[in-house]
C-alpha cells in the first residue's frame, strides 16, 4: 500500500495498546451495525456472489420505480433504465450492458416491478464485477488492501465525486480492524454505505433531515395537519422538494433546485380525459430526498470540473497562479 495519510491510526505495539484496538474495533462494529443493520447481508451476498436487495435497497429502489412508473400503468419504460440506473447513483451505466441484461429478462419494452427488482439485482452483480476489477487494477502491490489516499483515486476512476471528509468518515467505520486500509469487502461496504448516504457526511444527512422535517411541518400547517404518507411513513410533499434542497444548499443553488422540482412534476404527470393533471406526484421519503439532493451536488461537482478544464489552459491537470 501507499504511505500512512491523516485518515489512519498508529501501529498497535503495546498489550494495553492491543486491548484498546480490539474494543476501537469492536465500537466500530457496533457504530456500522447501528448505521448499517443490513451490512452483514451484503457482506454475505457478495461472498456468495449472488443478487438480491436488503429491505433498506428495496425501499430505495422501489420507490425509484414508482416514481419513474409510466403514468395509469404498472411497469416503467426499457428506454428509461438507464436514467433510472443513473438517478439512483449508479456510475459508468453503459447502454449495451442495460440493454443485454434487460433483453434476458424480457421481450417487452415495459417492465413491471418484480421484473425491474430482477434487473437491478443482476445489474448490481455486474457492477460488483467491474468494482472488483478495478480495485485489482489499483493494488499494485498486490497485498489485497487500498489505503485513503488509493480509495479516493480508485473512486473518483469509477465516476464518483468522493470528499475527503465523506471517505474519511466512511473509513473510520467500515475499517473494522483501524489499520488504515480495506480489504475489497471493506471497500464494498465503504461503497454501501457511501450509497446509502448518497456521499453525504452525517452531519450533512443530519442538516438535510431537519430542513425535512421543518417542511413537513409547513406542509402540515398548510393543509390543516395532515401531510402525504405511506408504507415507509412520513412523506414530504413533492412541492416542498425544492423549498427542501434550497434551505440545504442555500440561495446560490434555487435555480437548480427548482428545475429538479419541476423534473419530479414531470415525472409523475397523469392526466384524466380532460387533459388536466389527475394528482399530484407521490410524496418523497428521506431517503428519496437524499437521492435529489445528490443530484444537485453531482451538478455543482461537474460545474467544477468544467471550470477547471476551462482554467487548465496548458493541459496539465494542474492551475498555476496564472490560469488561477
Known sequence: GSPRSECDVEDVASPSQKVMSRRTSLQRQQRLQALLPDAQEVLDRLRGGSEGFSDSEKQRV?????????PDSHDVHKEDLCAILKHLGYVQVELSIVEGIATKISEYATMEYTDFLDFMGRYSVHEQEQFKKKFDEFDEDGNGELDVEEIIKYLSHLGYTPLRSTICEAMDLVDINGDGALQFEECALLMHLYRHSEGFSRMEVQKLKLSFQDQNEEARADVGGSTPSGGGGIKLPAGKLSSVLMTFFGPAFAQAAMQLGTELFDLSKSYDEGGAAAAPPLGLDL???????????????????????EADVDGSASIDMGEL
Open 287 to 309: 431517503s428519496e430526498v437524499l437521492i435529489w439532493a445528490r443530484r444537485i451536488r453531482d451538478k455543482e461537482f461537474d460545474t467544477y470540473k468544467q471550470a477547471f478544464k
Open 62 to 70: 422501489r420507490a425509484t420505480f414508482l416514481r419513474f412508473q409510466v
